[in-house]
């Protein structure tokens, strides 16, 4: 699958942006997408994921209560909604795909780069104090 991100641009602290994660494939549904972020300087981390139906998500602490990943397998796209954003999310992000169910997997594997095969191109995003 071969995935799209778009989205990101410039915000000012406590506003919201939507970030999309366009795919390409028939098979879509057959991925988890995961939404990871990489600072200047710092080793991309693990921000969201969502399962291949979307009943199953798991948030980092960092952005927990201000993010929400969502998906429209019809689409082919998973979003998401970033509020209340602050300076230290200022980030490139990326969306990424895994196979399988992420509930067969342990949560630290399925919240790392671990098996994630295939990345967008990441988007920016910025936040101004």
């Known amino acids: 699958v071969q995935l799209q991100a778009s989205g990101g641009g410039l915000v000012q602290a406590g506003g919201s942006l939507r970030l999309s994660c366009a795919a390409s494939g028939r098979t879509f549904s057959s991925f988890a997408v995961g939404w990871f972020r990489q600072a200047p300087g710092k080793e991309r981390e693990f921000v969201t994921v969502?399962?291949?139906?979307?009943?199953?998500?798991y948030y980092a602490d960092s952005v927990k209560g201000r993010f929400t990943i969502s998906r429209d397998n019809a689409k082919n796209t998973v979003y998401l909604q970033m509020n209340s954003l602050k300076p230290e999310d200022t980030a490139v992000y990326y969306c990424a795909a895994r196979r399988g169910l992420i509930s067969s997997v342990p949560k630290s594997v399925v919240t790392s780069k671990v098996g994630y095969d295939s990345w967008g191109q990441g988007t920016q995003v910025t936040v101004s104090s």
């Open positions: 969502i399962s291949r139906g979307g009943s199953i998500t």
